[in-house]
């Protein structure tokens, strides 16, 4: 955002409904390779896998053979986003994720799927954005902890800087964000779903 602009931002439900308490016990890869497979979601502080039906739609929107893509999942908690890109044939899937316990899962179900095109890494997300080489990722993955609001505006403007000016930024919030409040990010919204108490958008790079 330039300096004197007053726009405004979603403001982020502080509902139970938005942090969904009544998450899934487990969910499962719909696609591709490791279709069916299921993974299961421990209890852990702001853990909330994106749905089934939500990611069954950003795949349709985004089709379903992802080869060549380079893809980083910059909040990944179960890895079921970037588990599922990896599975629909993405070269190369960057899974960011600070919480040990679930580092450790994800560790384990690379190992198990014989995952060689997916990386694990502990670590901030937003600031492992701001270190990748500007327009190199073909789809960036934001599904960050609907609590933490100030985490969407600089999580936006580092996956704009390093998504590539044919590629895609998906992002899962509590409110809808529209052109507006994207575009200091230098963002504009490309398909737009709402189910339940999920906001999900496709976006890419403004012209």
Known sequence: ??????????????????RHASAP?????????????????????????????VRETLFNWLGQDLGGWRCVDAFAGTGALGFEAASRGAAEVLLLEQD????????????????????????????????LAPGSIDLVLLDPPFEDAAVFVPALAAAARVVRADGFVYLEAPTAWDDTALAGAGLRVHRHLKAGAVHAHLLRPSA
Do not use: S
């Open 1 to 18: 955002m330039r300096h004197g602009e007053n726009r405004r931002m979603p403001k982020t439900p502080a509902t139970a409904a938005a």
């Open 25 to 53: 016990r487990e969910v499962r890869i719909i696609g591709g390779r490791w279709r069916r497979t299921r993974l299961p979601v421990v209890d852990r502080p702001g853990l909330r896998p994106t749905p089934d039906r």
């Open 100 to 131: 040990a316990a679930l580092i450790a899962r994800l560790r384990a179900l690379k190992q198990r799927l014989q995952a060689g095109t997916v990386r694990v890494q502990r670590g901030d997300g937003v600031a492992a954005l701001r270190a």
